[in-house]
């Protein structure tokens, strides 16, 4: 039978050169060529040309309504709300802008030619993408009928300058002592779980946390799209694989998983835990990769191990709940907590250990640091600061035998 009203069909397309062809179409222009001019006069805020390094020449005409966001070091984040709403994140704070698309048209056509520069597709069969930008900046794009005001994009970018722990602690985020208190967990090869809501800067943290992984060690990263900047030499990165227009050819972060542990890693750092792989993840961690690391988004650190226990029941296999709580609570030692709190700033709040299950079956915690929080300033930014709660963590010896310096004077409050 025919539909009476058959669903509209998305706007087309105007054909580009694949950023993974070799050759160049006939039409295009010569590689000397520079990115042809914006229609405005620029401003003393315009980004200069050399700060097209990175993208796609093409990729910057479909993008100019939003180009001068995207060379702001300021803007964190690019949220396009259909072709006549544009907001952009600045230091933690939403800020409605001016900037619009000419019409849905020429959003949908940038975001086409994007994931067609990175080897994907979105279409009516396949209406959402993940991907990055060039520049490593994260995408995630939703076309109608799924978006109902028109083509919904966020831009999560990439920093161009990495974070590291001094900066970290300059802005109040972490304390010293928390900090060197993570470095010797990453030393001592305890396997570490940051979690946190969204925007709370989870895979920031992570990046600057893996920084205290020694230069030997072999790393393998696995991620569905690749954000993580780890400096080490010994780098392994992965990244998954969308599935054809057949449904075929896909490779989930479950299959990365499989295959990262007949590669003899030292270390497994995953992007985000998601789904069925987090309970192949516990079993890599409970068979001998310590030191391992990922993201996982939850409320709180205790919120964050029943997020892993619902994630391994989604894996289909059969086992008794008690049985996953002894895998998560014996393959995690440390929880760390990352906050966004209402004046946009991002703060580690708890450092959590994890320790083995209670008689009748409960998780145990017990907080080695918490942000404790004072009076807001009368211009509403959030004050507090990072104490230890006085508690030796359960290896502390062990620490003190490798010659770190867990002692009680340490945890003094």
Same mark, same amino acid.
Request: proline share 8%; charged share 20%.
């Given at each position: 039978?025919?539909?009476?009203?058959?669903?509209?069909?998305?706007?087309?397309?105007?054909?580009?050169?694949?950023?993974?062809?070799?050759?160049?179409?006939?039409?295009?222009?010569?590689?000397?060529?520079?990115?042809?001019?914006?229609?405005?006069?620029?401003?003393?805020?315009?980004?200069?040309?050399?700060?097209?390094?990175?993208?796609?020449?093409?990729?910057?005409?479909?993008?100019?309504?939003?180009?001068?966001?995207?060379?702001?070091?300021?803007?964190?984040?690019?949220?396009?709300?259909?072709?006549?709403?544009?907001?952009?994140?600045?230091?933690?704070?939403?800020?409605?802008?001016?900037?619009?698309?000419?019409?849905?048209?020429?959003?949908?056509?940038?975001?086409?030619?994007?994931?067609?520069?990175?080897?994907?597709?979105?279409?009516?069969?396949?209406?959402?993408?993940?991907?990055?930008?060039?520049?490593?900046?994260?995408?995630?794009?939703?076309?109608?009928?799924?978006?109902?005001?028109?083509?919904?994009?966020?831009?999560?970018?990439?920093?161009?300058?990495?974070?590291?722990?001094?900066?970290?602690?300059?802005?109040?985020?972490?304390?010293?002592?928390?900090?060197?208190?993570?470095?010797?967990?990453?030393?001592?090869?305890?396997?570490?779980?940051?979690?946190?809501g969204t925007g709370s800067g989870k895979?920031?943290?992570?990046?600057?946390?893996? $920084?205290? !992984?020694?230069?030997?060690? %072999?790393?393998?990263?696995?991620?569905? *799209? +690749?954000? #993580? /900047?780890?400096?080490?030499?010994?780098?392994?990165?992965?990244?998954?694989?969308a599935p054809d227009k057949h449904g075929?050819?896909?490779?989930?972060?479950?299959?990365?998983?499989?295959?990262?542990?007949?590669?003899?890693?030292?270390?497994?750092?995953?992007?985000?835990?998601?789904?069925?792989?987090?309970?192949?993840?516990?079993?890599?961690?409970?068979?001998?990769?310590?030191?391992?690391?990922?993201?996982?988004?939850?409320?709180?650190?205790?919120?964050?191990?029943?997020?892993?226990?619902?994630?391994?029941?989604? $894996?289909? !296999?059969?086992?008794?709940? %008690?049985?996953?709580?002894?895998?998560? *609570? +014996?393959? #995690? /030692?440390?929880?760390?907590?990352?906050?966004?709190?209402?004046?946009?700033?991002?703060?580690?709040?708890?450092?959590?250990?994890?320790?083995?299950?209670?008689?009748?079956?409960?998780?145990?915690?017990?907080?080695?640091?918490?942000?404790?929080?004072?009076?807001?300033?009368?211009?509403?930014?959030?004050?507090?600061?990072?104490?230890?709660?006085?508690?030796?963590?359960?290896?502390?010896?062990?620490?003190?035998?490798?010659?770190?310096?867990l002692t009680k004077e340490f945890f003094?409050?």
């Amino acid at each position: 039978c025919e539909l009476l009203n058959p669903p509209p069909k998305l706007a087309p397309v105007p054909p580009i050169p694949n950023a993974h062809s070799t050759s160049a179409p006939p039409s295009s222009p010569p590689s000397t060529a520079s990115p042809p001019p914006s229609p405005s006069s620029p401003s003393p805020s315009s980004p200069s040309s050399n700060k097209l390094e990175g993208y796609h020449s093409y990729l910057i005409v479909f993008l100019e309504p939003i180009r001068d966001f995207l060379f702001d070091e300021e803007v964190s984040e690019i949220m396009i709300n259909g072709p006549h709403q544009i907001y952009i994140e600045k230091r933690g704070k939403l800020h409605k802008t001016s900037a619009r698309f000419n019409s849905e048209e020429s959003l949908q056509a940038a975001v086409v030619n994007i994931a067609q520069s990175v080897g994907r597709r979105i279409d009516e069969k396949n209406p959402r993408l993940d991907a990055r930008l060039p520049d490593g900046s994260r995408i995630h794009a939703v076309l109608p009928p799924c978006a109902r005001k028109g083509t919904y994009v966020s831009i999560r970018k990439f920093m161009r300058h990495a974070m590291n722990m001094e900066k970290l602690i300059s802005f109040g985020a972490i304390t010293p002592k928390a900090a060197e208190f993570l470095d010797i967990c990453v030393k001592m090869k305890k396997n570490i779980l940051v979690a946190g809501g969204t925007g709370s800067g989870k895979t920031s943290l992570l990046n600057v946390i893996s $920084s205290f !992984i020694p230069e030997g060690d %072999r790393v393998i990263v696995i991620e569905d *799209a +690749s954000e #993580l /900047q780890l400096q080490q030499e010994h780098i392994l990165t992965m990244e998954t694989k969308a599935p054809d227009k057949h449904g075929e050819g896909g490779v989930s972060i479950r299959d990365l998983i499989h295959s990262s542990l007949r590669m003899r890693p030292d270390r497994i750092v995953i992007g985000e835990v998601r789904g069925a792989e987090a309970l192949d993840l516990l079993q890599a961690l409970n068979t001998g990769h310590g030191g391992s690391m990922s993201t996982i988004h939850a409320n709180s650190p205790r919120d964050a191990l029943s997020r892993l226990e619902t994630m391994c029941l989604m $894996s289909g !296999i059969e086992m008794p709940l %008690r049985a996953f709580r002894d895998q998560i *609570a +014996s393959a #995690l /030692q440390i929880v760390v907590y990352t906050n966004r709190f209402s004046d946009g700033s991002r703060k580690v709040t708890h450092i959590t250990e994890v320790l083995p299950l209670s008689e009748d079956g409960k998780y145990q915690l017990q907080d080695v640091f918490y942000f404790k929080r004072q009076s807001n300033t009368p211009d509403g930014r959030v004050q507090g600061k990072m104490i230890p709660t006085g508690y030796l963590p359960s290896f502390s010896q062990e620490a003190i035998q490798n010659g770190f310096p867990l002692t009680k004077e340490f945890f003094q409050v």
